[in-house]
């Protein structure tokens, strides 16, 4: 029974007093972000927007930015990555669910703090003109 007890006490004293998380699945993250553009801050302030449409394109534009075309998918990891026009080298993501709700992207590598953390999520598409029109 002392054992227990004290087990109990190592794990939470050992225990981070931050909000559990859980990693978001390639299905659940398809579900929750297929025809909606997801607001994210950084470090506490707006950071960019991405716009998600049906067939797995993305839409990145950082705060005050231009906009960045690309593509998401799962890799064997299970992490989602993205692949943009620019760059052709994949930016892979763990995209966590806090237990109050918050939904986090925590890049490959990466410590916490230095999550984006989703601001709003909406239908609004982001203001990009498309390619080539000289807009």
Known sequence: MRLTAALSL???????????ERVVTAEEFAEMVT?????????????????????????????GGTCQRGI?????????????DDDPSPQCW???????????????????????VTRDVGTDALDCPLPDLGV
């Open 72 to 84: 998401w998918f799962e890799n064997t990891e299970g992490q989602i990555c993205f692949v943009y």
């Open 94 to 116: 763990d995209f966590l669910q806090t237990d109050d709700g918050a939904f986090h992207a925590r890049l490959d590598g990466e410590d916490p703090e230095s999550d984006l």
């Open 35 to 63: 025809g909606r553009t997801l607001h994210f801050d950084r470090f506490g302030r707006p950071f960019g927007s991405e716009q998600y449409f049906d067939d797995k394109r993305v839409i990145w534009a950082f705060e």
């Open 10 to 20: 190592l794990i939470a004293l050992t225990t981070s007093p931050s909000l559990a």
